[in-house]
């Protein structure tokens, strides 16, 4: 990493933390890029760091404290630059892949619900008020699987039977308190909201929902990154004035104002899927179908589909990113690249 490029050292650095070379030099590096003498180990840096345009030498260094290894929506903390050009080394997404696969492989023939289907767009937000399960820095129960497994969603809190008695409980893991279906998790963040968690992120924050919290660092990373670009308002301007989206020329200058001062953040993150405060989407669409639409992509010229240069949603949006038989692992989930009966379609 001393001569070579962040993006080009992630092709060759292995995913473990401080596995870039000898440990000493690579703490103490650590330690200049968090500007932290204290730092003992990637454990020590704040978590919210991994999401920031501006840290990918944290994530080339700490990508399993950062989550590069996970997929998106099982609780990583990139957002939106969980991507090697980003620093999260190649391996990493590897293992996301190999870990669809083996999940996939496990449950293929069982009651599991493998279909490929984008996630609803309620799952994206979180309101406040609802229970979040509390088990995401475990490694899962003995058979390393966590609370969003089946096996917990149909637990039945008010007469506990398998498995939230705590027959697969193991040192890490209570279902009985870290799983809302079997009783637990955490009731308590009802201030909180994916768009005020965006606005002040908060230690509170972390435990608003796997889904969400990606989600809600995914929307500051792209509007952190969209207006890092030069001539960005220029050329949202530019595709308004081309005539080619159906919108009135009396919206425009609100709606570029909207999108450049980062006020466009609230409707990814509430539920209201508008353009501006008085402008909907020009099809009513929302969610995935939202985010994926052609009028979206051409307003922001972003393609949040692409795995090319940041971090897709595909594991959030399969269907409507056109996952299919032959994509890559990489990115869209393994019942949507297998599409071995009709049932995975």
Same mark, same amino acid.
């Not at 809190?157 to 890490?172: I, L, R, T, Y």
């Not at 929307?219 to 220029?234: A, C, H, I, P, R």
């Not at 090319?308 to 990489?330: D, E, H, T, V, Y």
């Given at each position: 990493?001393?001569?070579?490029?962040?993006?080009?050292?992630?092709?060759?650095?292995?995913?473990?933390?401080?596995?870039?070379?000898?440990?000493?030099?690579?703490?103490?590096?650590?330690?200049?890029?968090?500007?932290?003498?204290?730092?003992?180990?990637?454990?020590?840096?704040?978590?919210?760091?991994?999401?920031?345009?501006?840290?990918?030498?944290?994530?080339?260094?700490?990508?399993?404290?950062?989550?590069?290894?996970?997929?998106?929506?099982?609780?990583?903390?990139?957002?939106?630059?969980?991507?090697?050009?980003?620093?999260?080394?190649?391996?990493?997404?590897?293992?996301?892949?190999? +870990?669809?696969?083996?999940? $996939? &492989?496990?449950?293929?023939?069982?009651?599991? @619900?493998?279909?490929?289907?984008? =996630? /609803?767009? #309620?799952?994206?937000?979180?309101?406040?008020?609802?229970?979040?399960?509390?088990?995401?820095?475990?490694?899962?129960?003995?058979?390393?699987?966590?609370?969003?497994?089946?096996?917990?969603?149909?637990?039945?809190?008010?007469?506990?039977?398998?498995?939230?008695?705590?027959?697969?409980?193991?040192?890490?893991?209570?279902?009985?308190?870290?799983?809302?279906?079997?009783?637990?998790?955490?009731?308590?963040?009802?201030?909180?909201?994916?768009?005020?968690?965006?606005?002040?992120?908060?230690?509170?924050?972390?435990?608003?929902?796997?889904?969400?919290?990606?989600?809600?660092?995914?929307? +500051?990373?792209?509007?952190? $990154? &969209?207006?890092?670009?030069?001539?960005?308002? @220029?050329?949202?301007?530019?595709? =308004? /004035?081309? #005539?080619?989206?159906?919108?009135?020329?009396?919206?425009?200058?609100?709606?570029?104002?909207?999108?450049?001062?980062?006020?466009?953040?609230?409707?990814?993150?509430?539920?209201?899927?508008?353009?501006?405060?008085?402008?909907?989407?020009?099809?009513?669409?929302?969610?995935?179908?939202?985010?994926?639409?052609?009028?979206?992509?051409?307003?922001?010229?972003?393609?949040?589909?692409?795995?090319?240069?940041?971090?897709?949603?595909?594991?959030?949006?399969?269907?409507?990113?056109?996952?299919?038989?032959?994509?890559?692992?990489?990115?869209?989930?393994?019942?949507?690249?297998?599409?071995? +009966?009709?049932?995975?379609?």
């Amino acid at each position: 990493m001393q001569t070579w490029t962040t993006d080009v050292s992630a092709q060759f650095l292995p995913c473990s933390d401080l596995g870039a070379g000898i440990k000493d030099a690579v703490l103490n590096k650590l330690r200049l890029v968090v500007d932290d003498p204290t730092i003992l180990s990637c454990q020590d840096v704040d978590w919210r760091l991994c999401s920031q345009q501006d840290m990918s030498e944290l994530r080339a260094l700490c990508p399993v404290m950062c989550n590069c290894n996970l997929p998106s929506d099982r609780g990583a903390i990139t957002g939106f630059f969980g991507h090697p050009k980003f620093g999260c080394p190649v391996q990493c997404a590897s293992q996301v892949a190999a +870990n669809s696969e083996r999940y $996939y &492989l496990e449950h293929l023939g069982d009651d599991y @619900d493998l279909k490929c289907a984008d =996630l /609803e767009s #309620d799952d994206l937000i979180y309101t406040g008020g609802e229970c979040v399960d509390s088990d995401w820095n475990s490694d899962g129960d003995k058979f390393g699987e966590t609370c969003w497994a089946d096996k917990y969603w149909e637990g039945n809190h008010a007469n506990p039977s398998h498995p939230c008695k705590g027959s697969h409980d193991d040192s890490d893991f209570t279902a009985g308190t870290m799983c809302c279906d079997c009783g637990g998790g955490i009731t308590t963040n009802s201030s909180l909201s994916s768009y005020s968690c965006s606005q002040d992120l908060g230690d509170d924050c972390f435990w608003i929902g796997s889904v969400a919290r990606f989600w809600m660092l995914y929307v +500051n990373g792209l509007f952190e $990154y &969209l207006t890092s670009q030069k001539g960005f308002e @220029d050329m949202i301007m530019d595709s =308004l /004035e081309d #005539d080619i989206l159906p919108i009135q020329a009396q919206h425009y200058d609100m709606l570029v104002d909207y999108i450049v001062t980062g006020r466009m953040k609230q409707s990814l993150l509430e539920h209201d899927w508008k353009f501006a405060p008085q402008l909907d989407h020009p099809r009513n669409l929302v969610g995935c179908e939202y985010l994926t639409s052609w009028e979206f992509k051409l307003l922001l010229n972003v393609d949040l589909c692409s795995p090319q240069s940041f971090a897709s949603i595909q594991r959030l949006c399969p269907k409507s990113c056109g996952c299919g038989s032959g994509s890559s692992m990489r990115e869209c989930p393994m019942q949507c690249v297998a599409a071995t +009966n009709s049932s995975t379609v």
